[in-house]
């Protein structure tokens, strides 16, 4: 149970937009202190909070904001700061998954399609305008779970619970909540936003593992792209060495630097079925069935396929 807790509260080494100290802040880490930010904004005063979260009528009347800041609007309560913790925990293996660009345009989807889907439906009828404090990042984190057990179908959590089960409990939890509360308006925001996750996700190269209607974007934000498969590697011609008897050599990190006037060296063939292998091991039994070694190693290949 150490390995899991252990594995999970660490930090991954997503590429970030600037530097925090010693630290790479990434998307995730900005929302997340957003949303601590948010708490402290509660504090002083609870109309100044209001104006973070989405309301319908409130977007119709200009305040166009609502739209991209209701999930880093969280209140200070013991299920809020919970909501925040796991976001940055899973956020950052969604993050990985993604890269950089992409997981930001993914966010940015979520954000942005279920607001205005509701905003519109809500000038039709107001029974849809929702309006609900706790939407907040644990709505975010809900998408990222569903796109997490759409790209891997056979992770299970703690190799018992199939993550895809676990995403449903959540889901249907949430469900009850706004069913009871009788807010149809938060009941349709949460569905359109699962909806909007997946088919953002799978538009942008993940959630493979289910048939799900998509745009292909996956050539979007490809400067800081994914450890996903390729079938080519994009590479310079290798050339031969003078003093190996025909042998190839290759471009790799083992070399003490590339010449100046190279450009970045994508992996090699080897390089690339081993990268399939760990990918095949994690779809099957999660990424906690890596070894530390398998993990450094996969965090190298990762980082070679966002800098070819």
């Given at each position: 149970m150490s390995d899991y807790l252990q594995a999970m509260f660490r930090r991954r080494p997503n590429d970030g937009w600037f530097k925090a100290g010693k630290y790479d802040a990434t998307t995730t880490d900005i929302m997340c202190a957003l949303a601590v930010v948010s708490m402290f904004i509660y504090g002083l005063g609870r109309s100044l909070f209001a104006r973070l979260i989405f309301f319908g009528p409130s977007v119709r009347d200009f305040e166009f904001w609502r739209v991209v800041t209701w999930p880093i609007?969280?209140?200070?309560?013991?299920?809020?700061?919970?909501?925040?913790?796991?976001?940055w925990l899973f956020g950052q293996q969604i993050e990985a998954l993604?890269?950089?660009?992409?997981?930001?345009?993914?966010?940015?989807?979520?954000?942005?399609?279920?607001?205005v889907v509701l905003t519109l439906l809500g000038a039709l009828n107001n029974q849809f305008d929702a309006t609900s404090a706790d939407l907040g990042l644990s709505t975010m984190f809900l998408g990222g779970i569903w796109v997490y057990a759409a790209t891997y179908p056979g992770v299970k959590w703690f190799e018992v619970v199939p993550l895809w089960a676990?995403?449903?409990?959540?889901?249907?939890?949430?469900?009850?909540?706004?069913?009871?509360?009788?807010?149809?308006?938060?009941?349709?925001?949460?569905?359109?936003?699962?909806?909007?996750?997946?088919?953002?996700?799978?538009?942008l190269g993940m959630a493979?593992?289910?048939?799900?209607?998509?745009?292909?974007?996956?050539?979007?934000?490809?400067?800081?792209?994914?450890?996903?498969?390729t079938t080519k590697s994009r590479g310079p011609k290798r050339k031969r060495s003078k003093s190996s008897g025909g042998m190839k050599v290759v471009d790799g990190p083992w070399r003490n630097a590339p010449a100046p006037t190279a450009p970045p060296v994508g992996p090699s063939a080897a390089d690339q079925a081993e990268l399939d292998g760990l990918l095949d091991k994690i779809g099957e039994s999660g990424m906690d069935s890596l070894s530390s070694s398998e993990k450094k190693r996969l965090n190298d290949l990762s980082k070679r396929l966002r800098n070819r």
């Open positions: 609007a969280e209140q200070p309560t013991f299920f809020g700061l919970l909501g925040v913790v796991f976001f993604f890269g950089r660009n992409k997981f930001l345009i993914w966010v940015l989807s979520v954000a942005i399609i279920p607001a676990l995403a449903g409990v959540f889901t249907g939890l949430r469900l009850l909540q706004y069913s009871g509360d009788r807010a149809t308006g938060a009941v349709l925001f949460l569905l359109v936003s699962i909806a909007a996750a997946l088919f953002a996700g799978r538009s493979s593992g289910w048939p799900i209607p998509h745009i292909d974007l996956s050539g979007i934000g490809s400067g800081s792209s994914s450890p996903t498969r």
